[in-house]
C-alpha cells in the first residue's frame, strides 16, 4: 500500500506553483526553452546591435559581425543568452580578423621581397600612424611581425619608419620595443613630410602621402 501511494505521488501532477517561490520557478521552466520564430530574430538583432555599439572595429560581412547566421549559431551555443553570446562572438571574429591580416601580411612582404630592385637587398617599413587610437593597437599582431623578420627574413628589412604618431602609442612603443631586440634600432620616428622628401621621388611616393 504505501508502494502504491509512492507511485502515485511521482506521476500525479504536481501542484500550480503558489507564490513567489513558484512564480519564478514558472519563469526559469519557461525561459529554459529555445525561442523560436519572431523572438529568434529579435534576439539576433540584439547581439548585431551590442556589437556595433561595443565592438565598433570588428569587420562586416560573411563571417563578420553582423551575418545573421554566425550569430544564430553563438546564441544556440550560449542558450540564446545575448550577455554570453556577444563577447564570445566578439572574440571569435577578432581571432579570425587576426589570422586574415597575418595572411595578408606575409603576402605583401613576400611580394616586396620579389619586387626588390637587383642588387637591393632589404625593404622599407612604412607604419602610419596618423590618427591611431588605443582600438587600434594589436600587440599581437606586432609580435607576429616580429616574429616573421626575425625568423624568416634576418636582415632584409632596412629601416622602419613610424609616421606621425601620437602620443596615445607611446605607451605601445615602451611595450613593443624590448621585442624588437636589434631591429629596434632600425626604428626611426618621423614626418609624413619626411617621407615624402627623404625616401620617395614625386613619381614613386605613395598615395596616402602625397600632399
Known amino acids: 500500500m504505501a508502494a502504491t501511494c509512492s507511485l502515485r505521488s511521482v506521476v500525479r501532477a504536481p501542484p500550480p506553483p503558489r507564490g513567489l517561490a513558484g512564480a519564478r520557478r514558472a519563469v526559469r521552466c519557461c525561459s529554459s526553452a529555445a525561442p523560436t520564430g519572431a523572438s529568434t530574430s529579435k534576439l539576433v538583432l540584439e547581439v548585431k546591435e551590442r556589437l556595433q555599439r561595443e565592438h565598433p572595429g570588428l569587420p562586416t560581412g560573411r563571417s563578420g559581425r553582423d551575418d545573421d547566421e554566425m550569430i544564430l549559431w553563438f546564441l ?12 564570445k562572438l566578439a572574440k571569435a571574429i577578432q581571432k579570425q580578423d ?4 597575418e595572411k595578408l601580411c606575409a603576402f605583401l612582404v613576400e611580394k616586396a621581397l620579389r619586387n626588390l630592385p637587383m642588387g637591393t637587398d632589404n625593404i622599407l617599413g612604412i607604419f602610419d600612424l596618423r590618427g591611431f587610437g588605443v582600438e587600434n593597437g594589436d600587440l599581437q599582431f606586432l609580435k607576429f611581425l616580429i616574429d616573421v623578420f626575425y625568423y624568416y627574413y634576418p636582415k632584409r628589412l632596412g629601416e622602419v619608419l613610424f609616421v606621425d604618431a601620437p602620443f596615445v602609442f607611446q605607451p605601445m612603443w615602451q611595450l613593443v620595443k624590448p621585442l624588437l631586440k636589434q631591429y ?28
Do not use: G, H, I, Q
Open 184 to 211: 629596434a634600432s632600425l626604428v626611426r620616428f618621423c614626418d609624413a613630410e619626411t617621407v615624402r622628401k627623404e625616401y620617395f621621388t614625386e613619381e614613386t611616393v605613395p598615395p596616402d602621402f602625397r600632399r
Open 76 to 87: 544556440k551555443d550560449r542558450k540564446f543568452a545575448v550577455d554570453e553570446a556577444v563577447p
Open 98 to 101: 587576426s589570422l586574415e591580416n
